[in-house]
């Protein structure tokens, strides 16, 4: 495996097709998203990565700077913008209510997440799921985005509801002005 790794090394997604990046999840205010787990650009524990590869597919604690006036929902996405494919790896989408404050740790499991946090599917299935990136490809930077939206989820009348979408289908159908946005990376390398 690790010879994939080293083979696939020089491709990478980047972030041209990251959310961050849509026009429509653009916000005027930024937001600082925080972790007592991960500093941003730190690498993330072993106990947020994937079970296969020894973790325990536990969320980061996260938290955030006050939010904008008239947030009335956020849309929390986790991307693995390294992962050798040609748009990045939806790792987490969850909805969370503004009112249930910061998210504790393991708050994004798909069987029990945390109060006032709605798990969507990812390009994984249902729920977070942790690092678990190619041996050798080297460092991966998985990025938490999060978008204060003024209004619930709507998708629009011609889109599959939130909780069937796929991410590439639902993000950039997002029709909900985002008032502001904050990110904060963790690294893991295998």
Excluded at 65 to 79: M, Y
Excluded at 150 to 166: F, I
């Amino acid at each position: 495996m690790t010879l994939l790794g080293r083979l696939l090394n020089n491709r990478r997604a980047g972030e041209t097709h990251a959310a961050w990046n849509l026009p429509n999840l653009h916000g005027p205010e930024l937001l600082t998203l925080s972790s007592r787990d991960v500093s941003d650009g730190g690498s993330l524990a072993l106990q947020h990565c994937a079970k296969h590869i020894g973790g325990d597919d536990l969320s980061p604690r996260l938290s955030w700077s006050p939010l904008p006036p008239g947030t009335a929902q956020l849309l929390l996405v986790v991307e693995d913008i390294d992962v050798p494919l040609t748009k990045p790896a939806v790792h987490c989408v969850a909805l969370v209510d503004p009112a249930a404050g910061p998210l504790e740790l393991g708050a994004l499991a798909a069987k029990q997440p945390g109060p006032g946090v709605r798990v969507l599917r990812s390009t994984i299935g249902r729920g977070y799921h942790g690092p678990a990136p190619i041996k050798g490809h080297g460092p991966h930077r998985y990025v938490f985005q999060l978008f204060a939206l003024k209004s619930p989820l709507d998708t629009g009348p011609n889109v599959a509801p939130p909780d069937r979408a796929r991410p590439r289908v639902l993000l950039p159908a997002l029709a909900s002005p985002v008032l502001g946005r904050g990110r904060l990376t963790g690294v893991f390398e295998r």
